[in-house]
């Protein structure tokens, strides 16, 4: 009787050890879990600040570009003449302008 007791308590003291085995694993699995889940949302805002920023960058770098173009058209004698002749009714010595009346 004495060794089925023995075997009773060691039986049921492996119960108790798998069973807190078993609560440690579930509540890491857990914790890990809700890890990659916050992760995974992280990492689809980044994704997406990512993707306003590079738009913000083309959309920069496409108004550099245009500035540039403006600012060589503007050291061109010509052209700064037709804008003052256009814009600000300017015009040279001698010229006479022409209203056309629709």
Known sequence: MASNTAAS?????????LKLLLTVVVLF??????TLVV????ATERTGQLV???????????KNLS???EIARLNDPEYVGQIARKEQGMRLPGE???????
Not at 29 to 34: I, K, N, P
Not at 39 to 42: G, L, S
Not at 96 to 102: D, G, M, N, T
């Open 9 to 17: 308590a060691a039986s049921v003291g492996l119960r108790r050890r």
């Open 29 to 34: 699995m857990s914790w890990a879990a809700y």
């Open 39 to 42: 992760q995974y949302n992280q």
């Open 52 to 62: 306003e920023a590079k738009k913000q960058l083309s959309d920069a770098q496409a």
């Open 67 to 69: 500035l540039k173009q």
């Open 96 to 102: 006479k302008s022409i209203q056309v009346e629709q």
